[in-house]
């Protein structure tokens, strides 16, 4: 029996944080080539401070999904990320690939947490950044 013949768990704790990430989001694997046999999926999960965005971002040739697990999150994308969609905890949402975006949590006060995977891994690739007051409605405080 090898490896890939058997699940592999990765126990609360255990996640890998050495993953490539946008602007200091809190984002850890859980499935990935990190530290299991997976070799086209990564899956993980992150977290958003109060009044958190993060840089402009896009995730190259990986198809993305995201499920809010809490909060409330901005999706900011389009020409000078003009164009927006909201995000409500319980939503899932997908992510074409090379699509330019930035994520926000739209609460001063609470934390926001997403689950998220992509195919076939995680790519970050981080683009320059844009002054909040182009962001229409966010704020960090």
């Given at each position: 029996m090898t490896a890939s013949d058997r699940p592999v768990?990765?126990?609360?704790?255990?996640?890998?944080?050495?993953?490539?990430?946008?602007?200091?989001?809190?984002?850890?694997?859980?499935?990935?080539?990190?530290?299991?046999?997976?070799?086209r999926i990564w899956f993980g999960k992150a977290s958003n401070p109060p009044g958190f965005r993060s840089l402009p971002h896009h995730h190259g040739e990986a198809e993305t999904g995201a499920y809010l697990l809490s909060g409330r999150a901005r999706i900011y994308f389009g020409e000078?990320?003009?164009?927006?969609?909201?995000?409500?905890?319980?939503?899932?949402?997908?992510?074409p690939p090379y699509l330019p975006h930035l994520e926000a949590n739209m609460s001063t006060t609470e934390e926001l947490w997403w689950l998220v995977c992509r195919s076939p891994e995680n790519i970050v690739v981080n683009l320059p950044d844009v002054a909040d007051a182009s962001l229409a409605g966010y704020r960090r405080t």
């Open positions: 768990v990765t126990r609360r704790g255990d996640e890998q944080g050495d993953t490539a990430q946008s602007g200091g989001l809190s984002l850890v694997t859980g499935v990935g080539p990190q530290h299991t046999p997976a070799t000078g990320f003009q164009e927006y969609l909201e995000i409500a905890a319980g939503d899932f949402m997908f992510v």
